[in-house]
């Protein structure tokens, strides 16, 4: 199961959805997960996102969803491209698809409620993997697609974060190249002018 926080934390890689797999976790693991999800700073707490949950049978009609919606958006739609939409969501046993929710709130900038639902997405990812498992953060064509949407259920100021598929990896990851920490880091320093 998890290992200690910072070293789960330096070691974490994303499996991508092609690469995920049964098991994804338990219905009580699963609220657990989403549990810390939400646990995400939230400035005046006024939980500016949601949750949305696909399991079993429902993936494949929400597969359907996807088919139709590209096959509205093109004039010659490819037979092998709709195959791959109706089984996008059957790539891992679990998607939730995080939606963020702009509330109307003065003191609390839209994108201060932008970042919190980014921290929900990253949350979710992050208590998945403590948890054992493994996932991938991604947002493809159907995140932006109006039909998709409405099939979701989406309402004003609401948007797509991510769907976050969550599986047990079938294939594990190389490294990946990460930023040079000394080019991305600075000390501030007073400025002496005056
Ligand atoms: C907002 C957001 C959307 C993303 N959408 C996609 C996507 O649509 N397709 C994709 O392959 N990766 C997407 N990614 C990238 C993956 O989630 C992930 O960063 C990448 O596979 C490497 O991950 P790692 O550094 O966690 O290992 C997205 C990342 C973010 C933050």
């Known amino acids: 199961m998890s290992e200690d926080p910072l070293s789960l934390l330096l070691s974490r890689r994303s499996v991508?959805?092609?690469?995920?797999g049964p098991p994804g976790p338990e219905s009580g693991l699963l609220r657990q997960i989403l549990t810390?999800?939400?646990?995400?700073p939230?400035?005046?707490?006024?939980?500016?996102?949601?949750?949305?949950?696909?399991?079993?049978e429902v993936r494949a009609a929400f597969g359907?969803?996807?088919a139709k919606a590209y096959e509205a958006s093109e004039t010659d739609p490819?037979?092998?491209?709709?195959?791959?939409?109706?089984a996008r969501f059957l790539r891992a046993p679990v998607v939730v698809a995080v939606i963020s929710k702009i509330k109307n709130?003065?003191?609390?900038?839209e994108w201060e409620q932008v970042l919190s639902a980014g921290a929900a997405c990253q949350n979710l990812l992050t208590a998945a993997n403590a948890a054992g498992f493994s996932g991938q953060w991604i947002?493809?064509?159907?995140a932006y697609d109006e039909s998709v949407r409405n099939a979701l259920g989406l309402g004003e100021g609401?948007?797509?974060?991510?769907?976050?598929?969550?599986?047990?990896?079938?294939?594990?990851?190389q490294e990946r190249d990460r930023p040079d920490l000394d080019e991305i880091t600075t000390h501030w320093v007073p400025n002496k002018v005056g």
């Open 36 to 40: 810390a999800a939400a646990r995400v």
């Open 105 to 109: 709130q003065k003191a609390v900038p």
């Open 158 to 173: 609401e948007r797509v974060a991510g769907f976050i598929y969550i599986g047990t990896a079938q294939e594990l990851p």
């Open 64 to 66: 359907e969803v996807l």
């Open 78 to 86: 490819s037979p092998v491209r709709l195959e791959t939409e109706a």
């Open 42 to 56: 939230d400035h005046k707490k006024i939980v500016p996102w949601r949750f949305i949950l696909f399991e079993g």
């Open 16 to 20: 991508v959805a092609n690469n995920l």
């Open 139 to 142: 947002t493809e064509w159907y």
